[in-house]
């Protein structure tokens, strides 16, 4: 298991950047396939993006060519670059991980038993 703590959320405005981290500790030599989710206020969560140790990253259509997930092994931090923000990015964005590598249903929420707390973004017009 890992343990997971989000940064860097904030408010921006429309067309703007932020970049998120989730430092990893616990277990973090193994192999995980690590995710952002997000969740506006009645909505359900939603992955985002998700990268592998490999460095494959998938990407949610609704933020490609716009957000960037990249991690740093060295310090086991995972990060989420966003640019071209938009009020409808306005969510909780959550850190995720599970053993092994992005295959099968890397979107789905349950698939993930590690999560951190979350970190805010909002994103005015």
């Known amino acids: 298991q890992v343990q997971l703590v989000e940064s860097g959320g904030g408010a921006v405005q429309a067309g703007g950047s932020l970049r998120l981290s989730c430092t990893a500790s616990?277990?973090?030599?193994?192999?995980?396939?690590m995710a952002w989710f997000r969740q506006a206020p009645g909505m359900e969560r939603e992955g985002v993006a998700t990268?592998?140790?490999?460095?494959?990253?998938n990407y949610a259509d609704s933020v490609k060519g716009r957000f960037t997930i990249s991690k740093d092994n060295a310090i086991d931090t995972l990060y989420l670059q966003m640019s071209g923000l938009k009020p409808e990015d306005t969510a909780m964005y959550y850190c995720?991980?599970?053993?092994?590598?992005?295959?099968?249903?890397?979107?789905?929420?349950?698939?993930?038993?590690?999560w951190g707390q979350g970190t805010q973004v909002t994103v005015s017009s």
């Open positions: 990268i592998d140790n490999d460095r494959n990253p």
């Open positions: 995720a991980a599970f053993w092994g590598y992005c295959t099968g249903d890397y979107w789905n929420a349950r698939e993930y038993n590690n």
């Open positions: 616990g277990d973090t030599k193994r192999s995980y396939c």
